[in-house]
């Protein structure tokens, strides 16, 4: 596979989770409007994460990630009916533990809430678990539609699995619009019907995979076999990063409980710092991070070890040349795209001080979460799930010891920060174990060409920052104002600048995007 092949397909799936992610922010946009940073904000966004917390464990996260490279492996090996018997056996056995989890979760709610939540008052509380109960199920569809989608992935395909997720934003656009707008003016029961419009959009997003598993050759049929080689393989690998997971898992449980302790707000205003920085993560880190799992599985498992140090160097070199940019522009410019963004109905000056600063400090890790998403798969390509799994101990165990510690002198900004500060420990970790445990691994991403396009990015910065000192007025329209004539002149500085600072990566990207543009 040519590097422009997974160049592609990285731009392909990046694509799609753009427009997932642009109905994303129209979703948290209407949202903001309608709950700005009040109790019941809070209350939902409490709500909403539970069912996520858990269904990580079983869905995208270590599953998926043991799953790949086994399916790979006996598609080269024995062919693609035993492909699909071991895909039908898992979903099968997956369907049957999240429903199970499901059932438990939904009777132990009220406990979940107050462990999860403790600083919450007695209305917050009733409502949170209300919501809980209503969204519990949703466990069950995006766990499912998860598989269906490494599955997927594991052909090649990622642009409709990546979209589908859009049909859920919808969802729950038209579950806050319709009501809040035509029935309802109580934010309380409009809270009910984005939790049924949760709840709606998971099935959606779920049906949508079945046209696409049919054109493989799927018949999706139940396959139940405990004592199948290929699934007590599969148990092997997933339990370490099962593990690793929960104590992911344990780590945001700390942030909630931490962020419910302090004022009413904090919960909402990391909710919208974290999604904002969410939205580049999700188009650029998590997009390659799943685009290059299938790939380097093939790689490893054919002993190809050329291929994947040049495939790896080259994803890790576009994650350093879109994410730093970006950040640099979150940073200075994250307030006026939260005021165009989410400046208006409930959604005021002390919400929006409030979520910028999150932003910020969630950015500062923006960079080294988009490394961390491309160096992980190489060492699940080699089947390796244990070792991601201790560093994640450690990294966690250091995040709540820093979020207890800033939180004293920071509030929520000190839970954004203490994220940021354990992905940079992360990925320095891993590129430490990466090196000495694989010596045929070859990581290589630090060069003059990268220090070029540093000292292009403080240029540009410099520019953004005068254009926001001349330009100070807090209004609406002179935010859009700023955003537009600082876009223009980054575009400017860095179409210049990557050819007389002579940056061969910027300028095939800007060919690239020239070219598209002159067809159209």
């Known amino acids: 596979m040519s590097k422009e092949k997974l160049s592609r397909n990285i731009g392909s799936m990046s694509f799609a989770v753009l427009i997932s992610r642009i109905f994303g922010l129209l979703r948290d946009q209407i949202f ?48 693609k009916k035993e492909q699909i018997h071991f895909a039908l056996n898992l979903l099968t056995i997956l369907l049957c533990l999240l429903s199970f989890l ?74 806050m619009l319709l009501p809040g707008l035509l029935m309802t003016k109580d934010v309380s029961e409009l809270s009910v019907w984005l939790s049924i419009g949760v709840l709606v959009g998971g099935i959606l997003q779920t049906i949508t995979l079945f046209p696409l598993l049919k054109k493989l050759d799927y018949k999706v049929s139940p396959v139940f076999d405990l004592k199948s080689e290929a699934i007590s393989n599969l148990w092997k690998k997933f339990l370490p990063g099962v593990i690793g997971i929960a104590v992911r898992q344990v780590n945001l449980l700390a942030d909630q409980i931490l962020a419910s302790l302090l004022v009413v707000g904090s919960i909402s205003a990391l909710g919208y710092g974290n999604r904002l920085m969410q939205l580049p993560f999700g188009i650029i880190g998590v997009s390659a991070g799943a685009a290059v799992i299938p790939y380097f599985s093939d790689y490893v498992a054919k002993k190809e070890w050329g291929s994947l140090n040049s495939k790896l160097n080259f994803a890790l070199k576009t994650m350093l040349f879109f994410s730093i940019p970006i950040t640099l522009l979150i940073v200075l410019l994250g307030k006026d795209i939260i005021r165009i963004l989410f400046m208006r109905g409930a959604f005021d000056l002390a919400a929006l001080d409030m979520s910028y600063s999150a932003l910020v400090y969630y950015s500062v890790g923006l960079i080294f979460l988009c490394l961390n998403r491309v160096i992980i798969p190489v060492f699940y390509a080699h089947k390796n799930t244990k070792t991601p799994v201790k560093i994640s101990i450690y990294i966690v165990f250091i995040n709540v010891v820093l979020n207890i510690i800033l939180m004293q002198f920071m509030q929520h900004n000190g839970l954004a920060l203490a994220t940021s500060i354990a992905a940079v420990l992360q990925f320095f970790i891993l590129l430490n174990v990466l090196n000495k445990d694989y010596e045929k691994v070859k990581v290589s991403i630090l060069d003059m060409e990268l220090i070029r396009f540093v000292i292009l990015n403080i240029i540009a910065g410099i520019l953004v920052k005068f254009i926001y000192l001349f330009m100070g007025s807090q209004t609406m329209l002179m935010a859009i104002v700023r955003i537009v004539l600082s876009g223009i002149v980054t575009l400017i500085v860095f179409g210049v600048g990557v050819h007389l600072l002579r940056i061969q990566y910027g300028i095939r990207l800007w060919e690239k995007i020239s070219r598209k543009l002159l067809r159209k």
């Open 102 to 175: 499901c059932v438990i979760s939904l009777a132990l709610t009220p406990w979940i809430v107050k462990i999860i939540a403790p600083g919450f008052n007695q209305v917050t509380y009733e409502l949170t678990v209300k919501l809980t109960r209503i969204m519990f199920p949703f466990l069950i569809l995006i766990g499912f539609s998860s598989m269906l989608v490494s599955i997927l992935n594991s052909h090649k395909l990622f642009f409709i699995p990546a979209l589908t997720s859009s049909f859920m934003n919808v969802v729950m656009i038209a579950a």
């Open 32 to 79: 903001a409007y309608f709950f700005g940073a009040t109790f019941v904000a809070d209350a939902f966004n409490t709500a909403f994460k539970i069912p996520n917390l858990l269904r990580r464990l079983f869905g995208e996260g270590a599953l998926g990630a043991a799953f790949i490279p086994l399916y790979q492996e006996i598609g080269i090996k024995h062919g």
